[in-house]
């Protein structure tokens, strides 16, 4: 699959951009040129040398605390997408198999869970459990799993009516060795579109709870709170909120990117579309005159 994503000038973007990204997380806190946390006299200053984005109303440099906070962005929204496939990638799968009472409680959970403003759900814990943001991305996650419910246990379903599924049920194989050996590299595709999907979305989520001041103490920088404190400057810096602003658009993008070149390249669609690249890329047939080679 990944061979036949990258094959797709979509895939090769969405991969690029995502790299950046996850390098702006890891190496972004030592590449700051100056201390994120370090205030000054030179409040509002515009970009220079010195300051290549300005600095905000305290004096700090701007383009430090947004390599900074890259990390608590990123990491945020991979909370969120994996909390969200291992509360709701396997149960889907396993409710296919574990019986009906099983599945019924699944699917009522499901339904529960669905009904349930996350946003408003992870302030309330937050409120009760203290401002942090790795419970408010655990619960986020939580509420966000029913993707991976439906869209696993709908691939499953699909599969587990496959005439070879069948005949290893009847021929004694376990749930675990037919989810492993048949179910789990049929149901690998949509559930990769699904996490592409929930990584941007965790990046909205994580954006719009550090915009709201929720989840990060501060003076730690996110790109959510250095959108939120640009905003109260417009004035005099009418430019400032556009680098974080970018950076969230960017990476969301990216994300749905990746999941549609995921979605293209999945299934029969995307093995002909392979198959088509690889006859135009390949070796050119004998070239005929006459009628003879």
């Known amino acids: 699959m990944v061979r036949r994503v ?3 000038t979509s895939g090769r973007i969405a991969v690029v951009i995502l790299v950046l990204i996850a390098l702006l997380a890891v190496c972004g806190p030592w590449l700051a040129p100056q201390d994120p946390l370090a205030t000054s006299d030179n409040a509002l200053a515009s970009a220079s040398g010195a300051h290549w984005l300005g600095t905000d109303h305290l004096g700090r440099d701007v383009f430090s605390r947004l390599l900074d906070g890259s ?3 990123v990491l945020g929204s991979l909370e969120v997408a994996l909390t969200a496939l291992v509360v709701g990638a ?3 799968i396993l409710s296919v198999y574990s019986g009906r009472v099983f599945e019924w409680l699944t699917l009522r959970l499901a339904d529960t869970l669905v009904a349930l403003p996350f ?3 992870a302030i309330a814990v937050i409120a009760l459990l203290g401002n942090g943001i790795t419970q408010a991305m655990l619960v986020t996650g939580v509420l966000v799993s029913p993707l991976f419910y439906r869209v696993s ?3 499953t379903l699909a599969v587990a009516r496959s005439p070879y599924v069948e005949a290893a049920i009847v021929s004694g194989a376990s749930v675990g060795w037919v989810v492993r050996r048949h179910v789990w590299v049929k149901v690998l595709p949509p559930i990769a ?4 999907q929930t990584i941007g979305v965790g990046f909205v989520i994580v954006s719009s ?3 709201l001041g929720i989840g990060v103490q501060p003076p730690a920088p996110t790109w959510g709170g250095l959108l939120a404190t640009d905003l109260g400057y417009l004035s005099h ?3 400032a909120p556009v680098a974080p602003a970018l950076l969230i658009m960017v990476t969301v993008w990216a994300c749905n990117l990746l999941a549609d070149a995921i979605r293209d390249v999945s299934g029969e669609a995307g093995r002909a579309l392979a198959g088509r690249r690889g006859a135009r890329t390949g070796p050119s047939a004998p070239v005929t005159v006459g009628g003879s080679r």
């Open 119 to 121: 946003m408003l759900f």
């Open 6 to 8: 990258l094959s797709l």
């Open 193 to 196: 579109v699904a996490l592409a």
């Open 71 to 73: 990390r608590i962005s």
């Open 237 to 239: 810096q009418p430019w």
């Open 209 to 211: 709870l550090t915009f």
């Open 153 to 155: 246990r709908a691939a």
């Open 90 to 92: 396997v149960p889907g």
